[in-house]
């Protein structure tokens, strides 16, 4: 089977890292992510990292050419290798952006999969989230307790609420997403590669679906 190039879409909490990793197992591809690539750029002192950390230093935005410069690289060096971009384009300039260097590579998105989740669930799922500032564990109030409440099962350390997990931070992201994503979706949905999957479902669910759909 022909390699597989993915975008995976979805709103914070929508169950992006399982299915990623569903698909990686399964499908053997290399997972992108925009904030790996930017930190490697920086341990690694390249020119394009250096741009970066000016940006980051000074508390802004690293621009979008310089996050799609980096991409490219990245999209060079795996060639023929199958990948799914997670987390990018997050927005319409970028995705403009990224058609033109995938038409320089002459590589070709097979498909845009976008994890669909009631803002009720998605809401529930990262307000109920409990993580272990030590191993990094990850837990959930209701439906991944730890055996003693309040306390991680692997090194025995308290667990805490992220603040970019409380109630209002959350209702910012979303309406970010929101508002970054509408156009994405309707400039994808104009070819046959979206695949709008129900995210609301058993993730194991969603992944036989989603592996039907892209056998």
């Known amino acids: 089977m022909k390699s597989l190039r993915l975008i995976l879409l979805g709103a914070p909490g929508s169950g992006k890292g399982t299915q990623a990793k569903y698909l990686i197992d399964n499908f053997g591809l290399t997972h992108i992510s925009t904030g790996d690539i930017l930190r490697a750029e920086v341990a690694q002192g390249t020119v394009l990292g250096a741009k970066a950390q000016e940006y980051m230093s000074a508390g802004n935005l690293v621009p979008d050419d310089l996050i799609i410069k980096m991409v490219e690289g990245k999209l060079a060096e795996l060639k023929d290798s199958g990948y799914i971009l997670d987390g990018f384009p997050r927005t319409l300039a970028q995705a403009e952006a990224l058609d033109s260097a995938l038409e320089s590579l002459g590589q070709e998105i097979n498909y845009i999969i976008n994890l669909d989740v009631a803002d009720e669930a998605l809401i529930s799922r990262l307000t109920g989230r409990r993580s272990c500032p030590d191993c990094k564990a990850v ?12 306390v991680c099962d692997n090194c025995g350390s308290e667990l805490v609420q992220r603040k970019d997990d409380q109630l209002e931070a959350i209702t910012n992201r979303l309406t970010v997403y929101k508002e970054q994503t509408a156009p ?3 400039y994808y949905s104009k070819g046959s590669k979206l695949l709008v999957l129900d995210g609301n479902n058993d993730p194991k669910e969603i992944s036989t679906v989603l592996g039907e759909k892209l056998r």
């Open 184 to 186: 994405l979706l309707e």
């Open 139 to 150: 837990y959930h109030v209701e439906s991944l307790k730890s055996k003693v409440e309040g």
